[in-house]
Structures are given as structure tokens and as C-alpha cells.
């Protein structure tokens, strides 16, 4: 096993950081040949994340279908090789560490996993499921003690200890989701990566599940990275969020300061595209339609991964220099030309509006939405 210095170990207790991610990608090749089976690319899912999580919080990942999100949950967990960076986990440096020494740091971290009825052995019983990891890591304390904890753990997932002797199939999607829970919790994590909890959860047992997770945090003082993309549950259960696209990191914040004043333009999109009960809010709310299709990870573009996309992208600076994340207010990062803008002073938070846009854009080429003039061009000095 492999430490940190003592100085990164003192700064992460000094912060209360669990999980500290620097610079981590995670690059699969792409290969072509039947005989000599060449690499002709890379697939750039992770390209260069950095985050960290507190002890106790839950982190929310959010982002498009293929953004990355999955993969870097599970590099995290080196449940997937990656390619560079590093994870340190409590002062241990992951990327470095092997064999038993691993074995035994993933005892403290545990995955839910996004389809409940895959991620369970449908031969196993759930009392075999939950005893597995009890013995891999050497927890199994003899049969009485083990059926204690057992039925103490189901019980605490709201499930009845008759479930013991049944099969997965014998459960509904959200039973199946608890025993994945009930799974993880077996042996005592620190860190849960709950890849897509809900997703593939009926509505009304979506909020079950979301409130279990909540209420076994507080339990067993957990700490949580929660990987979704519905913005509703994230900022429901969440204490900080990250968005993701194109394979990295584009803007972090609190959950509450992410949801109410977004500075990335595609953090702005992705909140657009949310469904508003009050007719009277839809009708007032911001409104940005995001044009093309998402680029290739396997041909990301050059400069900003998002100005392919982005209505307000800078020509000259967006196309060719890639901006990195960094803080443009107290605990809130962007990697975004346009809110390094907000943050010198060259223009306020907000004031470019896809509806001022839309009017100017009478005076103004047509291709000023897609890109060619600069926010200064559209808005004026």
C-alpha cells in the first residue's frame, strides 16, 4: 500500500476529504485487425478530473448519457483501470496500490449499481448475496452473529428477514435496489458510489429509495457519490454537484447555489430542459436549445469540449484553448471562457439570455447563435 505525504494527509484531514481525484482520465482503445489486432485511437470517456469528496457529504454527478460519469465512478474504485491521475482515498494513493493491499482498501468502498436485477447473482440466495462480501473480507463472525447482522441490515433497508431465503427474482425493481444496498452496506464502507440509483425505478419508488439513502447515511455516517441524471434527484439528495460533459468536469458547486444561479452555459441548458409544474414559471423561465449532436469521445474537439454546441462561444479563444476548472466564487468552480469573463468583470452573471440573443439576432449575422460573434459582439461593450 502506497501513502501520500504526510503533508497532502495532514491538508486532507485539515479539509475533512475522504476522496481526492487529480488529473484522473481513463482512455479504452480502439482496435482494429483480426491478426495483428493494432490500436488505431483512444475512446477519451475520463480526460482529466479533478474533485474532491468531504467526509460525509453526497457528491452529485450529472450529465448527459456517455459523458463519462459511470467510468469515473468506477475508476474511482479501480473497478476500471485508469490511464492517468491518481485517487487518493484517506491518505492512500489508489492508483498505486495493488493486490491484497487493494483488496483491503475496497472493503471501505462499496458500489450500488444502476440495474438492480443484473447486479444480483440470480442463483444466489439473498442470504448468499449478503454473506459473500462478509467472507471475502474476512468479516463472517460464525452463523448466529452473521444472521444478526444480516437481519439487522435488511431491516435497516426496510426489508423483512424472510428475504433471506428467497432469489432475486422474487423481488420488485425496488426490493431488488435494497438488497443492492443491503449489499454495499455489509461491510462497513466509508464511501458508497451509487451509480444511477432510480434510474430504472418506478416514480413513486424512486422517493422510497432516495430517503432510504438519506436515512442510512445519517445511520452509518456514510458518504456518498451519487451518479444520476435526473437534476430533480440530485439536488433532492445532493450537497454539492458536478456536471460532467465530454468527459470531464465543467462546472462544481453547492447544490443549491448550482440550481439557482448556474454559470456554465451548459449547466444552464441542462436546467432549461427541467419540467416546471407552474405554467406562470415555464412561461418566464430561461429557455436555451442546445444545437448539434454531442462530439464523439473518441474525437473530442479541440480548445472547449462544449463549443460545438455552445450559443455564446468566444471563435478565436473557445476553439483553440481549452479551459480549465477553477473558482470563480467561494466553492464554485467553472471551466468555461464566458464565466472567467463574469468573474474579471468584463460582463455580470446572467447577462447574456438566449431571449436577448434571439432579439439582437435580427441586427446581427444569423450564425451569431452557433457561434461566430463573441458574447461582446451580440451584447455590446
Not at 468506477?74 to 473497478?79: D, E, F, G, N, S
Not at 462561444?313 to 468552480?333: I, M
Request: glycine share 8%; hydrophobic share 40%.
Amino acid at each position: 500500500m502506497t501513502s501520500v505525504s504526510p503533508a497532502t494527509q495532514k491538508s486532507a484531514a485539515d479539509t475533512g476529504v475522504l476522496v481526492a481525484v487529480d488529473d484522473l482520465k481513463v482512455h479504452f482503445p480502439i482496435r482494429r485487425g483480426l491478426i495483428l489486432d493494432r490500436t488505431v485511437g483512444y475512446v477519451y470517456a475520463v480526460d482529466g478530473v479533478d474533485l474532491d469528496i468531504r467526509r460525509g457529504e453526497t457528491y452529485g454527478l450529472v450529465g448527459e448519457s456517455g459523458c463519462g460519469k459511470s467510468t469515473l465512478g468506477r475508476a474511482m474504485l479501480r473497478l476500471v483501470e485508469p490511464t492517468g491521475g491518481r485517487v487518493v482515498f484517506d491518505g492512500v494513493d489508489l492508483s498505486a496500490t495493488h493486490g491484497e493491499a487493494l483488496r483491503r482498501m475496497r472493503r471501505r468502498m462499496q458500489m450500488v449499481f444502476q440495474d438492480p436485477l443484473s447486479s444480483l447473482d440470480p442463483r444466489q440466495s439473498v442470504e448468499s448475496i449478503l454473506v459473500e462480501g462478509l467472507r471475502a473480507h474476512g468479516l463472517d463472525r460464525g452463523r448466529e452473529a452473521t444472521g444478526r447482522r444480516l437481519r439487522e441490515l435488511l431491516s435497516a433497508v426496510g426489508l423483512p428477514s424472510t428475504a433471506l431465503r428467497k432469489y432475486p427474482h422474487e423481488f420488485s425493481g425496488g426490493q431488488r435496489q435494497r438488497i443492492g444496498i443491503a449489499r454495499a452496506l455489509t461491510v462497513d464502507p466509508d464511501l458508497v458510489v451509487a451509480d444511477e440509483p432510480v434510474s430504472a425505478l418506478d416514480v413513486s419508488v424512486q422517493a422510497q429509495v432516495i430517503n432510504l439513502l438519506a436515512d442510512l447515511q445519517q445511520e452509518f455516517g456514510l458518504t456518498y457519490l451519487v451518479i444520476a441524471h435526473d437534476l430533480a434527484v440530485v439536488r433532492h439528495i445532493s450537497d454539492r454537484v458536478g456536471v460532467m460533459y465530454l468527459g470531464g468536469i465543467v462546472e462544481e458547486a453547492g447544490s443549491d447555489e448550482l440550481y439557482v444561479q448556474p454559470l456554465h452555459p451548459y449547466t444552464r441548458a441542462l436546467l432549461s430542459a427541467v419540467p416546471v409544474p407552474d405554467p406562470v414559471l415555464e412561461d418566464r423561465r430561461e429557455r436555451i436549445l442546445l444545437t448539434g449532436d454531442l462530439p464523439s469521445p473518441a474525437a473530442p474537439p479541440a480548445g472547449c469540449r462544449f463549443h460545438t454546441r455552445c450559443p455564446w462561444r468566444q471563435p478565436k479563444r473557445c476553439d483553440t484553448e481549452r479551459p480549465r476548472l477553477r473558482e470563480v466564487a467561494p466553492g464554485h468552480r467553472v471551466a468555461c471562457h464566458w464565466a472567467e469573463d463574469i468573474r474579471d468583470g468584463r460582463i455580470s452573471p446572467h447577462e447574456v439570455r438566449p431571449e436577448l440573443v434571439e432579439e439582437e439576432s435580427a441586427l446581427v449575422p444569423d450564425t451569431a447563435l452557433t457561434g461566430p460573434a463573441s458574447v461582446t459582439e451580440v451584447l455590446g461593450p
